[in-house]
């Protein structure tokens, strides 16, 4: 072989790497995007960060929660995909969460557009929105059980920020993925016959 030939195969075989790790995930495969690391048990009392800009409506407890974790997915599109969330990457396990995860949804330039919460909570309230829940008012989910298709944009670009809050006993969170699945097209003939 002479040098010419070595020097493209090399540039070639170059190029071919560089395309694999930037091709997106192939069509008909889920798309999991890591959104919270597990926090271990931690009392209420012990989280020294507070969002101030929410409030819980509880009589009994402190209106202002304390932050347990924090994390955020990349700019992503959900190109006809249902998103769910799950304990793993494989979308296979639940997650659990004490007392709940504030979800919000931002556009490419950073804005919120819209806000939920999921988890055990009394109302949850930001300014004079209060914040829609997500799934069953519970502390443990199954696998896929929360579904916020419908909370994201269908064809803009996204990013989901979360929040774990905590205003009573102990706070936790285990891992939590959203994960983007093929098939999750909304289409109008879904409400027809209801």
């Keep these: 072989m002479t040098l010419r030939k070595l020097a493209l195969a090399a540039v070639a075989t170059t190029a071919l790497s560089c395309v694999k790790q930037l091709a997106p995930t192939p069509p008909g495969q889920p798309r999991p ?8 048990e931690r009392e209420t009392s012990e989280l020294t960060v507070k969002r101030e800009d929410v ?3 509880t009589r009994e407890f402190e209106r202002t929660p304390r932050v347990v974790a924090t994390g955020e997915t990349p700019l992503v599109q959900l190109s006809g995909a ?7 990457a494989a979308g296979t396990k639940g997650f659990k969460v004490d007392n709940f995860i504030l979800l919000e949804v931002l556009d490419a330039s950073g804005r919120v557009l819209n806000r939920s919460a999921v988890g055990f909570s009394e109302n949850v309230h930001m300014g004079r929105e209060v914040v829609d829940s997500v799934g069953p008012r519970s502390f443990h989910f199954e696998p ?6 419908t909370r994201l944009p269908e064809s803009e670009p996204f990013q989901v920020r979360a929040t774990v809050l905590d205003y009573s006993g102990v ?23 209801q």
Excluded: N, S
Excluded at 33 to 40: D, N
Excluded at 171 to 189: A, H, I, K, M
């Design 82 to 88: 249902r998103a769910r969330l799950y304990g793993d």
């Design 144 to 149: 896929g059980q929360v579904d916020l298709t």
């Design 55 to 57: 409030e819980i409506d």
């Design 33 to 40: 995007y890591p959104l919270l690391k597990e926090t271990e």
């Design 171 to 193: 706070g936790r969170v285990t891992d939590v993925f959203l994960v983007l699945e093929p098939g999750g097209e909304r289409q109008e003939d879904d409400l027809r016959g």
